[in-house]
């Protein structure tokens, strides 16, 4: 499920639900489950998160994150 919203006129908006269907380093491939773009196949930019209290206790932009 998308957290943020990427590109409305794709159907990638917060909420979407899709099935990953590659990983690479930039990029994920997946396919749309919802709405009105169901089975289409789109790529998605892989975000580096940086989390907003640097008390947590992870480092979330290690390379094994996701």
Do not use: Y
Not at 16 to 43: D, Q, W
Not at 55 to 66: I, K
């Amino acid at each position: 499920m998308l957290l943020r919203n990427i590109d409305h006129s794709l159907g990638l908006c917060n909420g979407t639900r899709l099935i990953v269907t590659r990983l690479r380093n930039h990029v994920l491939e997946g396919r749309i489950l919802t709405g009105s773009n169901a089975g289409h196949k789109v790529l998605i930019p892989r975000m580096s998160l940086t989390p907003s209290d640097p008390r947590l206790p992870f480092n979330s932009n290690e390379d094994n994150f996701l």
